[in-house]
């Protein structure tokens, strides 16, 4: 009798944990957006987590009537490699409990009342993992967060921006690693937005290859935002506007951020900063149509506090420059209940393979990088 309802559970499980997951995504704006715009990939089956992201652009020439084309393959694509990662929750009922607890229904009861609390749990757990360095010692296990490709390099209180200093996928996320070159325009000027790169970047302009993997690392404590002030309040505007701009040189639209998340603390003194300016706020239409009515709207970019960000910290994300990829059909997939003759228990489990996919260049971290 208890195989019976066992095949029941294993039928209508898939079903359940389908249903549970989306509503998983619609409690969390990150994960909306990811499912809204197709980048939730299942059913990955590669032996690492790989990608490609562009490299530099294919040649142009100009050409003449009748003048000779010339043809060649172009090495535009750097591939990134990550390896799987996975999370479990589990839980269990004895064999005597079973027993004591109305035999076979018992198995169904405990499903139906285990089985949201692991999702919970592993859903609280998940959305977490998105902004760790899943390179730092005893992360080995857990997801390639943000912080995976956020390290820096030299940054002094006058730097608008730190130093990209970290590898990400195999491959280097400083500035001019791969070739390229970038405008000094601004050199020796007291606006230039890091002393120790010595270009103009991310002002200026230059060629793709030179910040291919890049990310903006923006320093909000900085002496030199105009305001005579290096607190998150005094500067949060220049420094949002700013860091959007920055990522939209060279990739124009395509490089807006879509959405800014950030530390309650911060999120808290923005707020206080729009009152003080007699500033309305407004809420973001396109987070209403998600179902997110808590969500601003910075010049045109989704703005939201998010509880897993750390103190003083914020990130850009562009959610069509990441992916987050699962190696099964679902993103929570369930395991159980299974008997275990070792135990005499019942075992219950949900759980998660994959990892997240992004293209540095895109993205942002703002945070008080030079003190």
């Avoid at 359940?16 to 909306?32: E, F, V």
Wanted: aromatic share 12%.
């Amino acid at each position: 009798m208890a195989n019976e309802w066992i095949g029941v559970i294993h039928t209508t499980a898939p079903k359940y944990l389908s249903g549970a997951a989306d509503n998983t995504i619609r409690k969390r704006l990150i994960l909306s957006l990811l499912k809204q715009k197709g980048r939730i990939r299942f059913n990955e089956n590669s032996y690492e987590c790989n990608w490609d992201v562009e490299f530099k652009e294919q040649p142009v020439e100009a050409y003449g009537d009748g003048g000779t084309l010339n043809f060649s393959r172009h090495d535009l694509y750097r591939q990134l490699n990550i390896d799987w990662r996975g999370y479990k929750a589990t839980d269990l009922m004895t064999e005597k409990e079973r027993l004591m607890n109305d035999g076979a229904l018992a198995i169904v009861r405990r499903y139906d009342k285990i089985m949201p609390k692991l999702m919970r749990s592993l859903n609280n757990k998940f959305c977490a993992e998105l902004f760790i360095d899943g390179y730092a010692s005893g992360n080995e296990n857990r997801l390639h967060g943000l912080n995976s490709f956020t390290g820096t390099g030299t940054t002094v209180a006058a730097d608008r921006i730190a130093k990209p200093s970290d590898t990400y996928g195999g491959k280097s996320t400083e500035v001019g690693d791969q070739g390229g070159t970038w405008s000094t325009n601004l050199s020796g000027a007291t606006n230039i937005p890091n002393a120790s790169i010595a270009t103009d970047w991310p002002d200026g302009n230059g060629d793709p290859e030179y910040d291919y993997l890049s990310p903006k690392l923006v320093n909000w404590s900085s002496s030199s935002w105009g305001t005579s002030s290096q607190t998150w309040e005094e500067n949060c505007e220049r420094v949002l506007r700013q860091t959007t701009i920055w990522n939209s040189i060279g990739a124009g639209a395509e490089g807006k951020p879509d959405l800014y998340l950030m530390a309650g603390n911060l999120f808290y003194a923005y707020l206080n900063k729009m009152s003080g300016k007699q500033r309305i706020v407004v809420p973001h239409k396109g987070a209403q149509d998600l179902g997110f009515d808590d969500v601003l709207n910075q010049e045109g970019v989704m703005l939201q506090t998010d509880f897993d960000v750390a103190s003083n910290t914020a990130y850009g994300l562009n959610v069509d420059q990441m992916e987050l990829a699962s190696l099964d059909n679902v993103l929570f997939a369930s395991r159980g209940p299974e008997y275990d003759i070792k135990t005499d228990s019942w075992l219950f489990m949900v759980g998660f393979f994959g990892n997240g996919r992004y293209n540095p260049k895109y993205f942002a971290k703002i945070s008080n990088f030079a003190s």
